[in-house]
């Protein structure tokens, strides 16, 4: 259950730091930090580098990520930006431009 | 529904804007300037640093700003306000602390400092009339016939023009002072 969310139609203009679960269904621009979950969803966008315990990518997302634990990019994902987590997925039908990192 | 409801949530802290055209939940901390067209709800942990916008704004947590509700401000037991209050309706439970000017009534959308201080001027707030436009064009003349309360506005700047307005009684020696300088003009 995350606890916190930006919703469709919401814009953050700035930095949001967390230490709870963090959903993205609008728009964030600037920095994500979270120590738990975040959560990309389809029809959000993220321009901002995004650090996390893990992520979980199904919408559009520019910058970079480091995740503590793992980072997955679902299908119809568009990552533009360097990943580095100890294990990365990209799935099938996820578009990525970047450096992957799992040297955790 | 649930998919529009955004949430910033007790341990978030958002240092920036917010706006949006949903509606908005502060259980955490936003240091910048929340706009959003649906109703923003302060929960009671919630802490604002800057001005809030939106159709209806309850407030049970602390906001350090100005608060302009399009439909109405309901500011509940537990909420700590610094900051003016505009809306149609404000109300303002038991409880509540508020230390900034409230306005209610229609025709406030997007008021101004400078209409701010001129409705401090002109009425008390009681009356919620809007300030009438002599009191914007003339304020020489209000000088003459208010003499102190003029003079406490030039010097007295924000701080008095965020308390509600003085009554009317002139102090002698600033009306004086005030006079003796329109003359040597």
């Known amino acids: 259950m995350a606890s916190t969310v930006i919703g469709a139609g919401i814009t953050v203009e700035g930095e949001i730091t967390t230490d709870e679960d963090v959903v993205v269904s609008g728009t964030v621009r600037g920095k994500l930090s979270a120590k738990e979950a975040v959560t990309i969803e389809h029809g959000a966008t993220v321009e901002a580098d995004v650090t996390g315990g893990s992520l979980v990518v199904a919408g559009s997302l520019t910058g970079n990520v480091v995740a503590n634990e793992r980072v997955d990019l679902q299908q119809g994902a568009r990552v533009i930006g360097n990943v580095k987590a100890a294990r990365v997925t990209i799935a099938d039908g996820a578009q990525f431009k970047g450096n992957v990192d799992m040297d955790v | ?185």
Request: charged share 25%.
């Open chain 2, 1 to 185: 529904m649930a998919n529009n409801a955004s949430v910033i949530g007790r341990t978030t802290k958002v240092r920036g804007r917010v706006t949006g055209a949903v509606d908005l939940h502060v259980e955490g901390f936003v240091d910048g300037e929340i706009a959003v067209s649906g109703d923003v709800t302060v929960d009671a942990h919630g802490l604002v640093g800057a001005s809030v916008q939106g159709r209806r704004l309850v407030v049970r947590g602390a906001v350090k700003g100005d608060l302009l509700g399009e439909e109405a401000v309901v500011l509940e037991d537990g909420a700590r306000v610094v900051g003016d209050v505009r809306a149609p309706r404000v109300a303002i439970a038991s409880g509540a602390l508020v230390r900034g000017y409230v306005e209610t009534g229609e025709g406030n959308g997007a008021p101004s400092r400078a209409s701010r201080g001129e409705a401090a001027r002109s009425a008390p707030q009681v009356r919620a009339a809007p300030p009438p436009p002599k009191a914007a064009a003339k304020p020489a003349a209000a000088v003459h016939v208010a003499g102190g309360g003029g003079s406490s506005n030039n010097s007295g700047g924000r701080a008095a023009a965020r308390r509600p307005p003085p009554p009317v009684v002139p102090a002698l020696k600033k009306a004086k002072g005030q006079i003796a300088k329109k003359k040597e003009r």
